[in-house]
């Protein structure tokens, strides 16, 4: 396993053992580099991953219980439970990550349930499951309000429960937006049958984080190597926010904020074509099961410039950073670490060495975290 400038793997001091889809960057990765402890700028990580016991648990007993539809997200989960230095991780919301996060300078981490999250388990079971992670990432924000932020959890299958848990995350508990890991079973939010879940989240003047998550139908990319980071996880995400744009759902929700991560999928790179190609599904009938033909009222590029944020989770590299800057706007692209699945000294350190102006290296290390996610302190 590869080791940094000071003889720890991946900065965590031996905390993290197992040898799974986690690498340090290769090929790209930058030169040793120290982390600047004077920059001016507070690193908001905005792509962090947690877990807690309860949903660990129901995850496997029902994986393991052989009721479960095939479902690659949950098999995921399986594979990830018998990791235990990674749940170690995954599941500290107090000093073992704070120790983490002051050893690479992270100021304060947003923090996301990790895929597959709620929407896996047994159907009745994931809206408790929810507000129990809820209650849980919003007692670590009381517990430690200068570190942590969080986004709320929900399950989609269960839409009036979810538009209630949203209300309550982000209104009683002051909670940041919401996370989705992506597909649940094949269906995806650009459905207008869970349009109420956006509805709901526009109206607490939140934003929707979608995280990857196994792709439906993986054996595709299973046989090939391509499960994970390398083809499934972007490819689902890419497919869901290409469904929400197409959807309309932008123009019936004009407020939304929408954040994807890992420098969006490679979304950004396309936004000309995707404006080029628009005709090929924009005001076409008998799309999604035969729904009536939906007219966007704007090309594809202004979504991307006025509803959808990025963040650089697993993407520390400054020519893809600027150019999503450039073609976005410097105030939608954000940074993440992605905890504790990628992470590394270097890359910090590369951040901090990146060629923009001073406005805009603080506008991607902090300030667009904390207008997109209404981080105050």
């Given at each position: 396993?590869?080791?940094?400038?000071?003889?720890?793997?991946?900065?965590?001091?031996?905390?993290?053992?197992?040898?799974?889809?986690?690498?340090?960057?290769?090929?790209?990765?930058?030169?040793a580099?120290?982390?600047?402890?004077?920059?001016?700028?507070?690193?908001?990580?905005?792509?962090e991953?947690?877990?807690?016991?309860?949903?660990?648990?129901?995850?496997?007993?029902?994986?393991?219980?052989?009721?479960?539809?095939?479902?690659?997200?949950?098999?995921m989960?399986?594979?990830?439970?018998?990791?235990?230095?990674?749940?170690?991780?995954?599941?500290?919301?107090?000093?073992?990550?704070?120790?983490?996060?002051?050893?690479?300078?992270?100021?304060r981490?947003?923090?996301?349930?990790?895929?597959?999250?709620?929407?896996?388990?047994?159907?009745?079971?994931?809206?408790?499951?929810?507000?129990?992670?809820?209650?849980?990432?919003?007692?670590?924000?009381?517990?430690?309000?200068?570190?942590?932020s969080?986004?709320?959890?929900?399950?989609?299958?269960?839409?009036?429960?979810?538009?209630?848990?949203?209300?309550?995350?982000?209104?009683?508990l002051?909670?940041?937006?919401?996370?989705?890991?992506?597909?649940?079973?094949?269906?995806?939010?650009?459905?207008?049958?869970?349009?109420?879940?956006?509805?709901?989240?526009?109206?607490?003047?939140?934003?929707?984080?979608?995280?990857?998550?196994?792709?439906?139908?993986?054996?595709?990319?299973?046989?090939?190597?391509?499960?994970?980071?390398?083809g499934?996880?972007?490819?689902?995400?890419?497919?869901?926010?290409?469904?929400?744009?197409?959807?309309?759902?932008?123009?019936r929700?004009?407020?939304?904020?929408?954040?994807?991560?890992?420098?969006?999928?490679?979304?950004?790179?396309?936004?000309?074509?995707?404006?080029w190609?628009?005709?090929?599904?924009?005001?076409?009938?008998?799309?999604?099961?035969?729904?009536?033909?939906?007219?966007?009222?704007?090309?594809?590029?202004?979504?991307?410039?006025?509803?959808?944020?990025?963040?650089?989770?697993?993407?520390?590299?400054?020519?893809?950073?600027?150019?999503?800057?450039?073609?976005?706007?410097?105030?939608?692209?954000?940074?993440?670490?992605?905890?504790?699945?990628?992470q590394?000294?270097?890359?910090?350190?590369?951040?901090?060495?990146m060629?923009?102006?001073?406005?805009?290296?603080?506008?991607?290390?902090?300030?667009?975290?904390?207008?997109?996610?209404?981080?105050?302190?």
């Amino acid at each position: 396993m590869p080791k940094l400038e000071d003889g720890s793997e991946f900065g965590l001091k031996g905390h993290f053992k197992e040898d799974f889809s986690v690498r340090t960057r290769v090929g790209l990765a930058p030169r040793a580099g120290h982390v600047d402890r004077d920059a001016p700028y507070k690193r908001i990580a905005t792509e962090e991953a947690w877990t807690f016991p309860a949903l660990v648990k129901a995850q496997v007993e029902y994986f393991e219980s052989g009721d479960a539809p095939g479902d690659d997200s949950l098999k995921m989960a399986g594979m990830f439970s018998r990791m235990p230095s990674l749940q170690e991780m995954l599941q500290n919301l107090g000093g073992l990550r704070i120790q983490h996060m002051d050893e690479f300078g992270i100021a304060r981490q947003l923090l996301l349930l990790t895929a597959p999250g709620v929407q896996v388990v047994r159907p009745g079971d994931g809206t408790p499951l929810a507000r129990e992670a809820n209650d849980i990432a919003a007692e670590a924000c009381r517990n430690h309000p200068d570190r942590f932020s969080a986004l709320a959890a929900f399950d989609p299958r269960d839409v009036a429960g979810s538009v209630k848990e949203i209300d309550r995350a982000m209104g009683t508990l002051g909670l940041n937006g919401a996370v989705l890991n992506s597909h649940w079973q094949g269906h995806y939010i650009d459905e207008q049958d869970y349009w109420p879940i956006l509805e709901a989240i526009e109206a607490n003047d939140g934003a929707l984080y979608i995280h990857p998550t196994a792709p439906f139908n993986a054996p595709h990319y299973e046989t090939r190597g391509f499960f994970g980071a390398l083809g499934g996880f972007p490819h689902d995400v890419w497919l869901h926010t290409m469904g929400i744009i197409f959807s309309g759902a932008f123009d019936r929700f004009p407020k939304l904020r929408l954040v994807i991560g890992h420098l969006g999928e490679c979304l950004p790179l396309h936004i000309y074509r995707f404006d080029w190609m628009q005709g090929n599904a924009d005001n076409r009938a008998g799309l999604r099961g035969g729904q009536p033909p939906v007219k966007l009222r704007h090309p594809v590029s202004y979504y991307f410039q006025n509803n959808i944020w990025v963040t650089t989770s697993g993407v520390g590299w400054e020519p893809a950073i600027r150019f999503c800057q450039e073609v976005m706007g410097p105030d939608r692209v954000l940074y993440a670490m992605d905890y504790p699945y990628q992470q590394s000294f270097d890359e910090v350190a590369a951040y901090d060495r990146m060629a923009m102006s001073p406005e805009h290296k603080k506008m991607l290390m902090e300030d667009n975290a904390r207008s997109v996610f209404r981080i105050r302190g």
